[in-house]
């Protein structure tokens, strides 16, 4: 039994973001083989490890499948939700009470750590997952000398594809050669993922590389393009429409912008542009209709462009550099936009 820790949440918020933690315990972890290997190696031989990657690349599943594979090596491991919790004080306090320890409430962090007993002669092993850049800093940085009185070794998930973050106010020192990439899947990589998904859904099928191009390596939007699919398929074998398979393809979209996956601001901005046709940040026109800031309005996006369903290019100005023009892509051989 691994314990495991988590902050109490506020309303209406969740401590795991885009698939629930059941989901990614049964997911297959197909092309993280080395990766698990480097990374439990390293614990094993008294290293720390800090894993990195983009959104829905499975950094969760990952550290999920380490502290698996080390409890089976009857290394002590305590599992704790960093998510939200941006203050160091907080915690070190969910840290000293997952391993079984009391301190006074009222201390600093070295304050916290100095009054703990001496470490066991075992070293435990404490995995946090979605590490906040500010405590992270803190704790592997500022107060990394005091962590000794822990006993531990640490395997922890920071937020985004940039470790820089992590690494400053000294705390890349601390991680040394155990900062460990999460990448995103090669192609076969990929292909595997699907086929195992629709293997187990009980489909029979090749798999559509629309489909593959369009995720771009990443889990996540992998295993969300492929259940639109599977429920496309059953909707058309309800309907006695003609079965996709017969024609050695599916019958549903694999290339644009599934609807489940756009947000409410991503849904706006894509109805905005259908409207308008297209937009620069140096226009006023479409950030007035959208009511946005500029940093949103560009965040948004961005996100949309990297996910194939804004295209951003350079249009000359009237003074000054190009500006970046963003407009709906067109899906290819449909003569029209994506997502109309």
Known sequence: MIPTVRPVTAPGTSTTGGMTLGEQEGLPLVGRSELLDRAVNLV?????????????????AVLHEVV??????????????GSGVDEPRRLVGLIVRACGLTVPADLDVPGMLGCLP?????????????LEVSAGQELFGRWHR????????????????????YLDAGADDWWEDGILP??????????????????????????????????????????????????????SRAEMAPPSRASGGWGGR??????????????????????CGSFSLADRTVLDELGWAYGKTHRIANELVRRGVLHRAGAPGDVGRPRVIYSL????????????
């Open 254 to 275: 694999t290339d644009g912008p599934l609807a489940d996956e756009l947000s409410a601001d991503e849904t706006r901005m894509v109805a905005v542009l259908r409207a």
């Open 146 to 165: 005091h962590l000794w009185r822990l006993g531990a070794q640490w395997v922890v998930v920071g937020g985004g594809d940039d470790p820089t973050p």
């Open 118 to 130: 001496p470490p066991a002669a075992a070293q435990r092993i404490i995995a946090i997952d979605d």
């Open 44 to 60: 094993l031989v008294g290293g720390n490890v800090l894993l990195f990657g983009a959104d829905g690349c499975g950094r969760t």
């Open 182 to 235: 999460v990448p995103a899947l090669g192609a076969a990589e990929a292909r595997e993922l699907v086929l195992r998904r629709l293997h187990a859904a009980g489909v029979e099928c090749p798999c559509p590389d629309q489909l593959i191009a369009a995720a771009r390596g990443n889990p996540r939007d992998l295993i969300r393009r492929v259940r639109s699919l599977l429920l496309s398929e059953m909707a």
């Open 68 to 81: 698996h594979r080390l409890a089976t090596e009857q290394r002590p491991t305590v599992l704790i939700d």
């Open 329 to 340: 892509t067109a899906a290819p051989g449909s003569g029209r936009a994506v997502g109309g």
